[in-house]
């Protein structure tokens, strides 16, 4: 079974809980979604194919035993659930960052996802899989980008009716040059609720046009 592969690479994790951490990246080529704030607009095409044992075995290589499967959007491929899954076998921690708008049911429950709902700001909230939220457990995380204040209070409604904060971490990533962290820290604070700042700081590490990073 053969990935397409845009690139991949040792860094930190720039979002999650676990930012911070050393991780191994496996960014998959193609998205069928087109954020208005999307950073990484060059994996909608082009890799190389890759088998999924090699995949397993550069990881393995890696200093680490952290390996995130990203995009692009990482379920579009067929072959992406074995990768996870032999991922796993070989005894890595496995992370999988997902757009929410395909089904991460029957993944395997060593994984865990990362789901991305989509606030109107993005342009696309009208691709959410919102069955995709009566999945989700407490290992995975639930992360929102927001661009403006409608955004957040937006989310807020979504974690309202899904009683998100009750079950898994909860994610508010403001969108990079759209909405400062000082003002998303106030919105958070003023909600009362056990939200997450989520800064991407791998952007202000290396910049929001660094690529492998």
């Known amino acids: 079974m053969r990935l397409l592969v845009k690139e991949t690479f040792l860094s930190l994790l720039g979002e999650t809980t676990q930012v911070g951490l050393p991780a191994f990246f496996i960014r998959l080529t193609g998205c069928n979604l087109r954020c208005h704030y999307c950073d990484t607009t060059y994996a909608y095409e082009g890799g190389t194919e890759w088998s999924v044992s090699s995949l397993v075995d550069q990881a393995l ?54 789901l991305d709902i989509k606030c109107p700001g993005s342009g696309m909230s009208g691709h959410n899989l919102w069955v995709n939220l009566e999945e989700v457990t407490p290992r995975d995380e639930v992360k929102f980008v927001i661009s403006h204040r409608e955004d957040f209070d937006w989310a807020l409604q979504v974690i309202g009716l899904y009683r998100l904060v009750r079950r898994l971490p909860v994610l508010i990533s403001p969108a990079f040059g759209a909405v400062a962290p000082r003002e998303a820290s106030a919105w958070i604070l003023e909600s009362r609720l056990p939200l997450r700042l989520n800064l991407q700081i791998h952007k202000y590490i290396w910049g929001p046009e660094a690529k492998g990073v």
């Not at 990203?70 to 659930?81: A, D, I, K, S, V």
């Open 61 to 114: 290589t890696s200093p680490t035993g952290l390996v995130v499967v990203t995009g692009g959007e990482p379920l579009l491929q067929e072959g992406t659930r074995q990768l996870l899954k032999d991922l796993a076998n070989a005894g890595l921690e496995v992370l999988l960052e997902t757009n929410g708008s395909l089904p991460i049911r029957g993944l395997d429950s060593r994984v865990r996802r990362i």
